[in-house]
């Protein structure tokens, strides 16, 4: 995974299919959070903690962008969820801004997409 915050590297490569880049929100108060690639099992964790950061260093609403994530299984799921939680126990929130055909099809088969609206 390579995380990339405001031109800097967060971490090093960990998975090659998965991207994070976390620059300033286009409206005062938010963060965009840009994930490409697949989120599943083997980096969900990895992608939990660059939300949490954002969250955390930014002190903004984060607005994640998943137009370019080809797979999200369960585990990716239940990360943005908790990811949720964590920015709403913050005083925050987490909004999708966009996501591809994959991640849509998730959040409607489960019923969930609006919670990230």
Do not use: Y
Not at 7 to 31: I, K
Not at 37 to 45: S, Y
Not at 68 to 96: E, K, Q
């Amino acid at each position: 995974m390579t995380v990339i915050v405001s031109g800097r590297r967060l971490r090093p490569p960990e998975t090659a299919n998965l991207e994070a880049g976390v620059v300033p929100g286009s409206r005062p108060g938010t963060v965009r959070v840009v994930v490409s690639g697949e989120i599943d099992f083997d980096n969900a964790a990895s992608l939990r903690e660059v939300l949490l950061t954002a969250l955390v260093s930014h002190r903004a609403m984060l607005l994640v962008d998943l137009e370019r994530v080809t797979f999200c299984d369960c585990a990716g799921l239940n990360m943005l969820l908790a990811a949720r939680h964590a920015s709403l126990r913050a005083g925050r929130g987490l909004r999708i801004t966009a996501a591809g055909r994959q991640v849509e099809r998730l959040l409607n088969l489960t019923a969930t997409r609006s919670l990230f609206m």
